[in-house]
């Protein structure tokens, strides 16, 4: 399994980025995927997730309702509509995928077995 994400860039504070992870290799539909962030000097954190059944969806507290996820599973793809960018979300952004992931460990990286190359956004104050 691959997966390949896109999207990411320099935008101004304020503004939007739609980040895209298509997989290949294998359909997702059966995964929990999930977007991961890693800031310059800092560990890798939580960002969001989307369930494989139901689309239900959980947020780290400081993005939500300015981040989106979604996904296609005709095109096994995970979208992050990013709205509201602020300095504090530049990061590399990482998309993931885990099987027969409970509740309590969506957040957990170590749950996650397939993972993106990455995508840099920059958010310019």
């Known amino acids: 399994v691959q997966l390949q994400a896109s999207g990411g860039g320099m935008v101004q504070a304020g503004g939007s980025l739609r980040l895209s992870c298509t997989a290949s290799?294998?359909?997702?539909?059966?995964?929990?995927m999930g977007w991961f962030r890693q800031a310059p000097g800092k560990e890798r954190e939580f960002v969001a997730t989307?369930?494989?059944?139901?689309?239900?969806?959980y947020y780290r507290d400081s993005v939500r309702g300015r981040f989106t996820i979604s996904r296609d599973f005709a095109k096994n793809t995970v979208f992050l509509q990013m709205n509201s960018l602020k300095p504090e979300d530049t990061a590399v952004y990482y998309c993931a995928a885990g099987a027969r992931l409970i509740q309590s460990s969506l957040s957990d990286e170590r749950r996650y077995s397939y993972w993106g190359q990455g995508t840099k956004v920059t958010v310019s104050s």
């Open positions: 989307i369930r494989s059944t139901g689309g239900t969806t």
């Open positions: 290799g294998r359909t997702m539909s059966g995964y929990t």
